[in-house]
């Protein structure tokens, strides 16, 4: 028994010793090799059989990232995976901008010695798995840019070793959890910004390293937790579109030093004292730290902008855009040498700029507009050398254009319209050959364009000079801009043709020269222009045919040819079968198959017939005016006196009563057109008053200068005088007398429109200087023979308005030689009428409108007193004008 285990132990140890030595035969090289492709460690089998996993929940891969994820290729060599080489197990996973579409795989949990985590920009989505809680060692998780949604998950918190997490441009919800900050102490960059987490921002007292906190474009309510002072490495702060509310954080800044960039814009936070005072915030941010970018906007904060801001040297952007700002721009902001954006638009600043504002020499922006500021525009703006957006618009900026803003090579884009600026505009504006934008509209600018204006050879955007008093032809210089896409030069005073040469400019979208005064054909080379969408040449006095090419531009969606004199056929195609009469309203002689707009064959037919109703005219015409004279003759005492008794009669017409047929032969013109035309019927454009009414000047959009007579709707019957007058009117064809254009009538507006009489009125010749406010362009020394031939003009004029026929003129010797002697009856009563004319003549020669007679009842008074001249003892005066008619009637 005893030989038997002696003689196996004596084995064993024969056995050992054996394999030891077998152990020192083999070389470390040869065991190495057979470790790596046999690998003896179950931990990265793991690894594998996880990241297998993981591929098998991507259900796309367009660019074959995971190709070599398969059981031939060892798992540190698959693609975007790297091992560790002393545990040997998967400690990093990045497939970042792969395109990889599919779900966040739990499996990724069992990778427990990952420490970078990145699958930014790809189409990942589901939930954040609550799994990866087991990932201990992870440091990097970035997750950007997926389509992930839930909720942070509250395990996240067991990542002690976190220092930088990046979930941003997701659809995150709910709210931060509290024990994420207050856990990972070691975080040091996070950024949850532009998701929908909501409730308040938890205390981050803890990550005492933090320097990097971006939470913008979240819902987050409340307000910035004071806790934030203890993260006193923070750089970057970044809150902005949220919901934050309480006053500006002065008292956390101040524990901020190392602060270079503070974005609170676009929530609900208010400066101090009930938001009425910006300096102790702008005190303890510029004293206690280095802010380089301040981000305030859109916040509507009150109070004025602090000197205390001249402090913030290392300022290089300041945002303080849609804010309640008020006062002057503090001459201290010189003091921000490296400033290189300024933007204080959208406030209630007032004052001028401040000639200090020239010692930035890095101003690249400076953003004004939608202020208040008054005074010119400092010439020392132009002395800006590296000055790429000028924004000054919607303010009070007048005075004259700096020619200095030459001098701004490198500038963009420049804004200066809707101010009070005069003057021209400078030729040295075509020294900024980088400009791409020039919006100078709502101004006052005068003059031509200049034709250094060719010069701007890059600007692209567009170029906008609408509504100004630029005069003169279109310069030929304006063809050179082959890159422009949008040029407004509406609402001016331009003359001339629409030269061929603007199809050169080949890339104009938008093409907008309405309300001038072109005239001329449009070139048939506007339909070159083929990527046009809107063209506007309304309100001009452009005649001739509509180009046919036009109908070439398929890009073309808007067109707008009206209130002009164009005439022919409306050309058919493209943007002809797709617009309305709208766009060919009052012109000449249009024609087309376009409803509402007369058609071509019927026009056609009625030229033919009106010639041929011409000729027959010429012929039977002559044959038939003497047969008319003697019925006339026969039937003129007949007619007299159906007009009188047609005078006595009471006048019945009310307001409801349906106006005449000849009233609607006459051109359309609405109120609004006679309210625009007239200015708003301005006080200033008011030719004179009368008994009826006042007269005012006015401006067709055709350029047709009109006298718009309205009448006074509180006195007498103005219903009656407005239908009389406009009855003698509309027959009235006297060279000393004016035609009614057409009339306005509605029951609370009435109003004549007739021709403007350029010369001013008889009375200005007559009276230079007699005060009436009207023109007193005529002469003072009229001879005694013109005076006599006014005269006699007036009384055909008067003759004609109430017998519609010339004075009959007679210098009879005979019919003189008779009146050498006159019997006392019929002497007094040649003295009674005389002394009734002379009270009449008084009448209407009185200054105050509300005492002068009506046009009308005057020539009745007239007819009256000719009717007893002749014998006619029934005929008596009116009471209206203050005249006895017992006087006349006992006579």
């Not at 389509?147 to 659809?171: A, Y």
């Not at 409340?222 to 490495?233: K, L, M, Q, R, Y």
């Not at 406030?347 to 500021?373: C, M, R, V, W, Y």
Request: aromatic share 6%.
């Amino acid at each position: 028994m005893w030989d038997a285990n002696l003689s196996d132990m004596v084995f064993r140890k024969t056995m050992l010793v054996f394999l030891l030595q077998c152990l020192v035969i083999i070389p470390k090289h040869a065991f190495s090799v057979l470790q790596h492709h046999y690998p003896l460690h179950h931990s990265l089998e793991t690894d594998r059989a996880a990241l297998l996993e993981f591929k098998e929940t991507i259900t796309s891969d367009p660019n074959s990232r995971l190709s070599n994820w398969n059981d031939s290729t060892h798992v540190c060599y698959f693609t975007g995976v790297r091992c560790n080489k002393e545990h040997h197990r998967v400690w990093q996973l990045n497939l970042g901008d792969s395109g990889i579409v599919g779900t966040l795989s739990p499996s990724i949990s069992n990778l427990t010695h990952l420490r970078v985590l990145e699958l930014v920009n790809n189409q990942l989505s589901g939930e954040i798995p609550w799994e990866f809680s087991s990932l201990r060692h992870l440091r990097h998780l970035l997750l950007e840019g997926n389509n992930l949604h839930g909720q942070i998950p509250d395990t996240f918190s067991h990542l002690v070793n976190l220092t930088v997490v990046d979930l941003r441009l997701n659809s995150l919800t709910g709210k931060i959890p509290p024990s994420f900050f207050s856990n990972c102490t070691s975080l040091k960059n996070v950024d949850l910004s532009l998701n929908f987490l909501e409730g308040n921002i938890p205390e981050i007292g803890s990550c005492r390293g933090l320097w990097n906190l971006n939470l913008y474009n979240n819902q987050l309510t409340g307000e910035i937790p004071f806790s934030i002072a203890n993260a006193t490495s923070m750089v970057n702060l970044d809150v902005e579109y949220n919901f934050l509310s309480g006053e500006l954080p002065s008292k956390i800044v101040e524990c901020l030093p190392d602060l270079v960039s503070l974005h609170f814009s676009f929530n609900a936070m208010i400066s101090p004292e009930n938001n009425s005072n910006l300096d102790p915030f702008f005190t303890a941010l510029c004293n206690y730290t280095t802010v380089v970018e301040l981000e305030l906007e859109g916040m509507g904060l009150g109070g004025k902008l602090p000197t205390s801001i001249g402090k913030c040297v290392y300022l290089e952007s300041l945002l303080l855009e849609e804010n309640n700002i008020m006062g002057s721009i503090p001459p201290t902001l010189s003091n921000l040498t490296h400033l290189s954006q300024l933007n204080l638009t959208s406030n209630l600043l007032s004052g001028t700029i401040p000639e200090e504002i020239s010692q930035l020499p890095h101003l690249e922006q400076l953003f004004l507009s939608h202020n208040s500021l008054s005074g010119p525009i400092p010439a020392a703006v132009g002395q800006f050398q590296h000055l790429g957006l000028l924004h000054l618009s919607n303010n009070k900026f007048s005075g004259e254009i700096p020619k200095s803003l030459g001098n701004l090579v490198e500038i963009n884009s420049m804004f200066l319209n809707n101010n009070l600026l005069s003057g021209s505009i400078p030729s040295s504006l075509g020294q900024c050959r980088d400009l791409y934008t020039l919006d100078l509209s709502y101004n006052n600018l005068t003059g031509n364009i200049p034709p250094e204006i060719s010069g701007l050879r890059e600007i692209r955007t567009f170029l906008n000079l609408s509504h100004n008093l630029l005069e003169g032809d279109l310069p030929i210089e304006l063809s050179k801009l082959e890159n422009v896409q949008e040029m407004d030069l509406s609402s001016n005073r331009f003359t001339g043709r629409v030269f061929r040469g603007i199809s050169s400019c080949i890339a104009l979208s938008l093409l907008n020269l309405s309300y001038n005064l072109l005239e001329g054909e449009l070139p048939e080379s506007l339909g070159d222009l083929e990527n046009l969408e809107v063209f506007d040449v309304s309100g001009n006095q452009l005649s001739g045919t509509i180009p046919k090419s036009l109908s070439n531009i398929h890009t073309l969606t808007f067109l707008n040819l009206s209130v002009n004199q164009l005439s022919g056929t409306i050309p058919s195609g493209g943007i002809f079968d797709s617009v309305t009469n709208s766009s060919f309203l009052q012109n000449g002689n249009l024609c087309g198959s376009i409803p509402g707009i007369p058609n071509c064959l019927k026009n056609k037919i009625k030229r033919f017939l009106l010639t041929d109703f011409l000729i027959v005219s010429c012929i039977v015409i002559p044959l038939s005016v003497s047969s008319s004279l003697v019925c006339c003759m026969i039937g003129c005492r007949h007619f007299k006196v159906r007009i009188s008794a047609g005078k006595a009669e009471p006048e019945t017409e009310t307001e409801t009563e349906p106006q005449p047929e000849w009233i609607h032969n006459l051109p359309r013109l609405t109120y609004k057109e006679l309210f625009d035309a007239t200015g708003g019927f301005d006080e200033h454009r008011k030719l004179g008053s009368g008994s009826s009414g006042h007269v005012y000047k006015g401006v067709l959009p055709d350029g047709m200068h009109i006298a718009v007579k309205v009448l006074q709707l509180q006195t007498g019957n103005p219903t009656k005088s407005f239908n009389r007058e406009c009855q003698v009117l509309k027959r009235i064809r006297h060279r000393n007398l004016i035609r009614i254009i057409t009339i306005c009538s509605q029951p609370d507006f009435k109003a004549l429109v007739l021709p403007y009489m350029a010369n001013g009125s008889l009375e200005s010749r007559l009276y230079p200087h007699s005060g009436t406010g009207l023109s007193t362009s005529g002469s003072s020394d009229l001879t005694l023979i013109q005076r006599v031939n006014i005269c006699c003009d007036i009384a055909e004029g008067m003759a004609y308005l109430h017998h519609h026929s010339p004075i009959e003129r007679v210098v009879d010797p005979l019919m003189l030689k008779a009146m050498s002697y006159q019997t006392p009856e019929v002497k007094k009563m040649w003295e009674v009428a005389i002394g009734e004319l002379t009270k009449l003549g008084i009448l209407c020669s009185q200054d105050s409108p509300s005492t002068r007679p009506a046009m009308l009842d005057a020539a009745d008074d007239l007819d009256r007193l000719k009717r007893y001249l002749m014998g006619d003892t029934t005929a008596t005066f009116t009471s209206t004008l203050g005249i006895s008619s017992s006087i006349v009637g006992n006579h």
